[in-house]
């Protein structure tokens, strides 16, 4: 595609269920990052894949999130037993190695 | 030492006018300072960027300065519209976290007309 598709754009769901936000980088690119935007406020590093090397989880805020890229593409990341706290808008990036980072249009979590 | 510090938070400007956000970080293996633009309800779009061999760079109305020596950089804005009214944040990356992007906390800035 032309740039970064994430799904879905809006997801509420009841605390405690998982949820799976999806994000389409741009073809090509090596590089995906995800981030977190809670209202009004900057963005949170979670996680970086680079080509093949064991990704960058340093941002993870703890174990009951986990992210997989697969295929060196599509990129999925889960929130298990969701909690109020991790109500926010979730980003995803993609760019080339040493490149500009292209942002998608994120997906919006509430936890109800 | 993964911190850059932006500031301010938030800036009132009238059209024309030219606002300056700044951005401060501590780890001297950063390599490549961007800025990204960033409206309600979409991702943030890269803006401009600057690699420190250089002090200064412009694009169309918006120009990076860069001070090595003082860790410091920030965003100018040449004769501002009610169309820039937006949130900007800088970001670092390099060195050790060579591809992870450390985010400033963002500016919110309002040009009124």
């Known amino acids: 595609g032309a740039g970064v598709s994430q799904s879905p754009s809006n997801k509420v769901t009841e605390k405690g269920k998982d949820v799976e936000l999806r994000c389409d980088p741009i073809?090509?690119?090596?590089?995906l990052y995800w981030y977190r935007q809670s209202l009004g406020q900057g963005l949170e590093f979670l996680i970086y894949?680079?080509?093949?090397?064991?990704?960058?989880k340093s941002g993870l805020p703890s174990d009951r999130f986990s992210a997989e890229r697969t295929g060196g593409s599509v990129s999925t990341l889960t929130i298990q037993r969701t909690q109020q706290e991790d109500s926010a808008v979730y980003l995803c990036a993609s760019s080339l190695e040493t490149g500009r980072a292209f942002f998608g249009q994120g997906t919006r979590l509430t936890v109800v | 030492q993964q911190q850059v510090k932006q500031s301010p938070q938030s800036l009132i400007v009238q059209k024309g006018g030219i606002p300056i956000i700044n951005c401060a970080y501590e780890?001297?293996?950063?390599?490549?300072f961007p800025w990204y633009q960033q409206f309600p309800g979409k991702g943030p779009a890269l803006l401009i960027a600057i690699r420190p061999d250089v002090s200064e760079k412009k694009e169309g109305r918006f120009t990076i300065s860069f001070n090595k020596s003082a860790k410091q950089f920030s965003l100018h804005i040449m004769d501002s519209q009610p169309g820039d009214s937006a949130t900007y944040f800088c970001a670092a990356k390099g060195g050790t976290s060579y591809g992870k992007l450390t985010f400033g906390q963002g500016t919110i800035l309002t040009v009124h007309p």
């Open positions: 073809s090509g690119h090596t590089a």
């Open positions: 894949f680079q080509g093949n090397s064991a990704p960058d």
């Open positions: 780890n001297t293996a950063f390599d490549y």
